[in-house]
Every structure is written in structure tokens, then in C-alpha cells.
């Protein structure tokens, strides 16, 4: 008897650590069940930017109410789109919006970093126009950019008073970062008129001197390596709303922490 008490006890912990290993591990998803007169769904977006239209799509949640809204902006040139993670966004119940940036993977006009961040305001004045018909809760729109992407996210905080939240995930600081080896064919511009004008205005492409304009933002920075520390630092300086910092062991794509990536961002989302 004391001994099937002892398996007993050894299955139930047993259990008990893979439930909570799977718990912390793993995403459980289920398939939508759709919502008749308002199905999720896929729609091919082109946004007006200055004098061009750039090419993307909004992922958009199922219901007719407005949802709560997340843009994804992509790196330098922008291989990794992180679609796996508007997926299951999507799935939470958040429309998602990908964009190419102007002067990008075909998209219309003149690549620089600058339209870039210029790109993602108007991107959200699109959100604000056509809230009605994309069911997009334009009170609760987050940025979500990765590599320069999260560059871009940070400058294009500090220009949008009604975005309270941003996730950088392995921020390439532009300010720091040296340009020697970097060419791409899907950029219409060259290596020197992207980068000369880091050169010519080093002030705007500072985050850390600017990191008071992000005080009353919700900021998360997740990097794979330590060389953000500095910048990280001066912003939870600054920051009077929230901010966390975390540098995971992984690869600049995050390749071996997909599903913890999916965790950290949706626990966000939520706040």
C-alpha cells in the first residue's frame, strides 16, 4: 500500500511538471470559429505615404467590433517578417497590419531611414481613416519592429502621442552601428544615401539622448546580445509608464524562441 501510494505521488508530480513545462513552453491554439456576419480574414492594404502607396495587408480578427490593432514593422531589408507571430495575434483577437517600407521589396518611392518612421505615422493616420471599415480600435494600436524595425518603432513613438506601447525586439541602433558590409538589391537607394544622412543629422537617429520623448510610453527591448544596454539604460531613465529589458540566448531571427517570443509579446499586448 505505502508503495502505490509512493507511484501515486510520483505520477501526480510527474504530471504536475509537464503541465507546467507545457504551460510555460507551448501556445495552444484552436482553429476560429467564424463569426458569420464578420469573419477574420485577409485583406490586401495600399497606403498612402507622402506620394506613394505602400503594398501590405491587414490580418483582421474575427467579430464586428473594433480590435485592437498591431503593426509590424519588418528590418533592414526585411527577410524576417515575424508572420508566424501575426498569426497568433490574430488568433487573440488583435487585427495585424504588415507594410513594406517606401523604397523596400517593391513598394513605390525612395528608401531612407527617415521615411521609414515617416511611413508608420501615416500608416496609423490610415488606421485612424478607415477605422470603421478595417475594425480597428484606434485607441489601442502597438508597434511591434524588429532589427531596424526596432529603430523605427522607437523614433515613431516619439511622434505618436496616441501609441502608448512598443516591443523592439533586437533593436539595430542605427546611431552606433558601423555601415561597412551592408548592401541590399530589394533597397532602391544606395549604401551612401542611406547612410550619409546618419552622418549629416546624428542628433534625430540618438535614441538614448531622445529618450525623454519615450517617458510615458510602454516599452518592451529584447535583444539577443548586450550591445543595448546603454540605450536600454537611458530609457528606463527616462520612463515614468513601464518599461522591461531582457537579453534571451538565442540568434538575431530568434529562431529557437519562437513560441517564448509568442508568450512575452501576447503578455504585453494584454497589460
Not at 507622402?50 to 474575427?62: E, H, M, Q, R, S
Not at 526585411?78 to 490574430?90: K, P, S
Not at 531612407?112 to 518612421?117: I, L, P, Y
Amino acid at each position: 500500500m505505502y508503495k502505490f501510494s509512493l507511484n501515486l505521488l510520483f505520477i501526480f508530480i510527474l504530471s504536475a511538471s509537464q503541465t507546467a513545462r507545457s504551460q510555460t513552453d507551448s501556445i495552444v491554439l484552436k482553429d476560429l470559429d467564424w463569426d458569420q456576419n464578420a469573419r477574420a480574414g485577409m485583406t490586401e492594404l495600399f497606403i498612402p505615404s507622402d506620394n506613394v502607396l505602400l503594398p501590405g495587408f491587414i490580418y483582421k480578427a474575427n467579430g464586428a467590433q473594433k480590435h485592437p490593432t498591431l503593426l509590424l514593422l519588418h528590418g533592414y531589408p526585411g527577410n524576417e517578417r515575424n508572420l508566424d507571430l501575426a498569426q497568433v495575434v490574430r488568433a487573440h483577437g488583435w487585427n495585424v497590419i504588415y507594410f513594406d517600407y517606401r523604397g523596400s521589396w517593391g513598394s513605390q518611392g525612395k528608401f531612407s531611414f527617415k521615411n521609414c518612421v515617416a511611413d508608420v505615422v501615416n500608416v496609423v493616420a490610415f488606421c485612424k481613416k478607415y477605422q470603421d471599415s478595417l475594425r480597428i480600435d484606434t485607441g489601442n494600436i502597438v508597434l511591434f519592429g524588429h532589427s531596424m524595425g526596432g529603430f523605427v518603432c522607437l523614433k515613431a513613438l516619439q511622434q505618436l502621442p496616441g501609441v502608448k506601447k512598443g516591443f523592439a525586439l533586437s533593436t539595430w541602433d542605427i546611431y552606433s552601428s558601423p555601415r561597412e558590409g551592408v548592401k541590399y538589391f530589394v533597397l532602391n537607394a544606395t549604401v551612401d544615401e542611406i547612410f550619409n544622412p546618419v552622418q549629416k543629422d546624428r542628433a534625430y537617429f540618438n535614441l538614448a539622448a531622445g529618450a525623454s520623448a519615450l517617458s510615458g510610453k510602454q516599452i518592451i527591448m529584447l535583444d539577443e546580445h548586450t550591445g543595448n544596454k546603454q540605450l536600454a539604460d537611458a530609457i528606463r531613465s527616462a520612463n515614468t509608464a513601464w518599461f522591461n529589458y531582457e537579453v534571451w540566448p538565442t540568434d538575431h531571427p530568434f529562431t529557437n524562441k519562437r513560441v517564448s517570443l509568442m508568450h512575452k509579446l501576447l503578455d504585453f499586448l494584454d497589460r
